[in-house]
């Protein structure tokens, strides 16, 4: 089965940096797009930023100049690098991932996968 493991989440001043990484395992033959969501108490997720392949990104404005997105496509991982964090950026972030794997019987099988989840505080 296909997992994705998010890691770096916590604690952090506002105006400082965090970088969180997602990893996916498994069966995987490919990944398209990988993502990360965020969702505060009380709101509807959001889309933060996505990566496809071949490394095109997409931000939501609230982020833009601040936040960057990158990926190892080696390691099947995905990062956001949160710069100059706001305390409006407090959520719980949820790496999402288009997958297509290989499955015991030899079939392709293409999901949309999505992480634990990892909180993010910004607070002094």
């Known amino acids: 089965q296909v997992q994705l493991v998010e890691s770096g989440g916590g604690l952090v001043q506002p105006g400082g940096s965090l970088r969180l990484s997602c990893a996916a395992s498994?069966?995987?033959?490919?990944?398209?797009?990988m993502g990360w969501y965020r969702q505060a108490p009380g709101n509807q997720r959001e889309l933060v930023a996505s990566?496809?392949?071949?490394?095109?990104?997409n931000f939501a404005d609230s982020v833009k100049g601040r936040f960057t997105i990158s990926r190892d496509n080696a390691k099947n991982t995905v990062y956001l690098q949160m710069n100059s964090v706001k305390p409006e950026d407090t959520a719980v972030y949820y790496c999402?991932?288009?997958?297509?794997?290989?499955?015991?019987?030899?079939?392709?099988?293409?999901?949309?996968?999505w992480g634990q989840g990892t909180q993010v505080t910004v607070s002094s």
């Open positions: 999402n991932a288009d997958i297509l794997q290989r499955l015991r019987g030899g079939q392709l099988s293409k999901n949309d996968y």
């Open positions: 990566i496809t392949r071949s490394g095109n990104t």
């Open positions: 498994g069966s995987i033959v490919s990944i398209n797009v």
